[in-house]
């Protein structure tokens, strides 16, 4: 059975010790790079969108977002999202009132 324990800088395989020593944890630097390229993504999504949110906060690939819309004029915005880029799809739980997904 392998086994594969991390701790920052250091990590375990297999019952042996082995110190990174130079570089980054290749998941943090993907993580960075998907970071970067949403952040244009979004910017320019945003920006030639038809509606404003009032609130867009984004961790990764999770964005919370509120609306002054109606329903009908956000999945418009959703429609329009998915047809920016051809990985990025996007998904919602849409709440109304006083109840958050």
């Known amino acids: 059975m392998l086994s594969f324990i991390r701790k ?5 395989f297999n019952g042996k010790d082995y110190l990174q020593t130079h ?3 290749t998941v943090l630097v993907l993580l ?4 970067i390229f949403m952040v244009n993504i979004e910017k320019e ?5 038809t509606y404003t949110p009032l609130v867009w ?3 990764i690939d999770d964005v919370f ?3 002054n819309i109606t329903k009908d004029e956000v999945d418009d915005f959703i429609e329009q999202t998915n047809k920016f ?4 799809k996007v998904t919602a739980e849409i709440s109304e009132r006083n109840h958050i997904p």
Do not use: C, M, V, Y
Request: aromatic residues 14%; hydrophobic residues 40%; charged residues 20%.
């Open 8 to 12: 920052e800088n250091s990590f375990q």
């Open 23 to 25: 570089g980054t944890a």
């Open 32 to 35: 960075a790079f998907a970071d």
């Open 45 to 49: 999504i945003l920006r030639q969108s």
């Open 57 to 59: 906060k984004r961790f």
């Open 65 to 67: 977002s509120l609306w």
């Open 85 to 88: 880029h051809p990985t990025i």
